[in-house]
């Protein structure tokens, strides 16, 4: 009698001392990337997007004096600058990377270079 209590103690010892079993993990996709290197991918695809694409640029006014030196007033993306003929504008924000530069300025239109695009825009 004294055995079989201390065998039936040492089975509820040994019963409460064991974990239930973990519950079996998802296959993990080796093909799928884990979500720091997703971040990392999706940021290099929206740098790359935000060099190559343009601001929107629009024309609001120009002020030319009578030797034909002037200033154009433009809006980019909502904000209102002034840009002076031979002058140079670095943006800010999401196109912090371009520079804008009047190359032209006559009564008809004006004609700007996107630095480092090298792409030249001409605002009537």
Avoid: C
């Avoid at 002037?70 to 990377?97: C, D, M, P, R």
């Amino acid at each position: 009698m004294k055995h079989l209590l201390t065998l039936l103690l040492l089975l509820a010892l040994n019963a409460a001392a064991q974990t239930p079993p973990e519950p079996p993990k998802p296959p993990v996709d080796p093909t799928v990337p884990d979500a720091a290197l997703q971040k990392l991918l999706m940021a290099t695809v929206q740098n790359k997007a935000s060099e190559q694409s343009m601001p929107a640029i629009l024309m609001r006014g120009k002020i030319i004096n009578q030797t034909g030196q002037g200033l154009i007033i433009i809006e980019v993306n909502k904000q209102i600058l002034a840009l002076k003929q031979g002058g140079t504008l670095s943006l800010s924000g999401e196109f912090s990377h371009l520079s804008l530069q009047l190359t032209e300025l006559n009564k008809e239109s004006a004609t700007i270079e996107i630095l480092p695009l090298k792409q030249t825009l001409r605002l009537q």
